[in-house]
Every structure is written in structure tokens, then in C-alpha cells.
């Protein structure tokens, strides 16, 4: 069954942020793609109405395939380039199951 992460974010103030966010996101999702073979689809995208909001939509062969992702060399860099840049009380952060 496909497992599915959907990430909501909200930057800190700054243009800066915002672009800093935006080419790390980039980068995640090439990276991700072709090096996690059990990663279906990693989407980042940005709110119209608010350019501070992001989510995530992440899907994954199965559970245990977002286990592998996280244990991708790149995860723990990204993970710690983009908490400084993110409101971390207002990240949320939801699983399902696809059907």
C-alpha cells in the first residue's frame, strides 16, 4: 500500500528565507528522487496567498520505504539546514495510507 507524508511548514520572516527554503526544497526533490528507489513522488509546493506557507507531499512504496528515505545521507543535512529557516511550532505533520 502506498504510504503518503504530507508536511505543512511555515517559514520565518525574510525573502532571504524564502528563497533559501525554495532551492533547498529544489534540491531535496531531485535528490530524493533519484536516489531513494522506493520514493514515488516528493512535491514541494508553495502557498498563492501566503509565500511563508509550504507543504510537502511525499509518497512512498510503503511504509518501510519512508524508514529507507530516512536513512538517506542526505536527509540528516536537510533536516538541519531547513529548522532554523521554519516556524517549528506550526510544522504539521500527517501520515496515510493511499487508497
Known sequence: MVFVVIAHMYAKEGKDVEEKIRGKLIEASK????????????HAVQ?????RAWTLFERYQTESSF????????YKPFQEF?????EMDK???RQYNEV
Do not use: K
Not at 31 to 42: A, F, G, K, V
Not at 67 to 74: D, G, I, K, R, V
Open 82 to 86: 531547513m529548522v532554523p529557516l521554519i
Open 47 to 51: 502557498s498563492t496567498t501566503d509565500p
Open 31 to 42: 535528490t530524493y528522487l533519484s536516489t531513494d528507489s522506493e520514493t514515488l513522488s516528493y
Open 67 to 74: 524508514a529507507l528515505h530516512a536513512e538517506n545521507p542526505y
Open 91 to 93: 510544522v504539521d505533520i
